[in-house]
């Protein structure tokens, strides 16, 4: 509808809830009733109308956020110039929170729990399916609870990768740690074709909805062990070699120490689910029917995920690198032939190449060849330290303490006027080239969090 939000409804644009690659999630309140909602803004485009369109086609499932009403509104944010054509969302308030949240809130987070939690994944997941719609984006982050009750239901959001598959998804849409074998060759080959190195295909390379059932299996592996399958030890924003090779031939474990508890049940539907091979995956009918979602066992076992979630405190930072990575790696639906961008001339596509979004609503145009992305490769490198803090390291020991002393250099290189990242060295007995004493990575990784925020709040208010 095109009247004004504003008549129906308060919005608190201080109270964010969450934040993706279209911006902050908020909060509004309908006068009439006092309720609260949550408010998502996206600019208003064909590729928003779509992502609007597929989401309340599924919403009618109760595992699936619903939507409310949408507004077609004109809206000008502090930052910029004149007002803006965009869609304003209103949703149901999710209170519970995101999944990787409510496990780290609870210490005696089950392996019970954990099936529950996969079964109504999957119950929307087979909502989405049967229209015909592949969801494209399914990760922790994506899964809500309702409210904060013990026995609150999951439900599924953000639709913005979504799309009906015709037999014809090419785009590859993903976020890193979740993305199936099938995306990443399309990702290759789509590259390939682009700059020329191969020949582009009559009959492209193409993946179906099965992509979300890969993903269904790296979220249980996450849940039960509080890690994923596949990560790098060379940690990047980028997918490592070592990783994508890792995702391509399907190479992953089950570390004693995490899963020695876990039932052979729960190994056997990750095994199923993460198949390179799509026709030997699991259907979302095989996973309905896996006896780990329908077991009479207790199933009681406290899984190891809720207690790292809850001292690796850095599941925020992770995400927002997701969400960051999302944005770099949207490819435009349009089948056709495009130089390579490093070559072009025209005004509007050099843009592609410029970097530095901006985590609110705007975004921050900067010219790399100008030197405008420091601020971009600083807040990069920071990251890597966070990563190289929190994921499992395939070593221990000296290599590692070298490893984390490398990144640091790195991070205090682009940072060194951060004056909270100069104290925390100091605290941390860094003497410029390494730490002279050992380092309690969490609480690093804690601290450099925050000086993201601050660096990001800086950024933000010039």
Known sequence: QETSILEEYNINWTQKLGAGISGPVRVCMKKSSQERFALKILLDRPKARNEVRLHMMCATHPNIVQIIEVYANSVQFPHE?????????????????????RISQHRHFTEKQASQVTKQATLALQHCHSLNIAHRDLKPE?????????????????????????????????????????????QRRHQKEKSGIIPTSPTPYTYNKSCDLWSLGVIIYVMLCGYPPFYSKHHSRTIPKDMRKKIMTGSFEFPEEEWSQISEMAKDIVRKLLKVKPEERLTIEGVLDHPWLNSTEALDN????????????????????????????????LKVSLKPLHSVNNPILR???????????????????NGGNDSNVALEKLRDVIAQCILPQAGKGENEDEKLNEVMQEAWKYNRECKLLRDTLQSFSWNGRGFT??????????????????????HDSQ
Not at 157 to 171: I, R
Not at 438 to 458: C, G, P
């Open 81 to 101: 110039s004149s007002p803006r054509a965009r869609l304003l969302i209103v949703m149901e308030m999710m209170e519970g929170g995101e999944l990787f949240h």
């Open 142 to 186: 994506n899964l809500l609870f309702k409210d904060n009750s013990l026995d609150a239901p999951v439900k599924l959001c953000d639709f913005g990768f979504a799309k009906v598959d015709q037999g014809d998804l090419m785009t590859p849409q993903f976020t890193p740690y979740y993305v199936a074998p099938q995306v990443l060759e399309a």
């Open 302 to 333: 406290i899984l190891p995920s809720a207690q790292l979630m809850m001292d690796k405190a850095m599941v925020a930072g992770i995400q927002q690198a997701h969400a960051e990575q999302l944005a770099n790696m949207r490819i435009q639906d």
């Open 351 to 369: 843009k592609r190449k410029l970097l530095g979004t901006k985590p609110k609503d705007g975004v921050y145009i900067h010219d790399p060849e």
């Open 437 to 458: 004493d050992k380092v309690d990575r969490l609480k690093l990784a804690e601290i450099v969090k925050q000086v993201i925020e601050e660096q990001t709040n800086s």
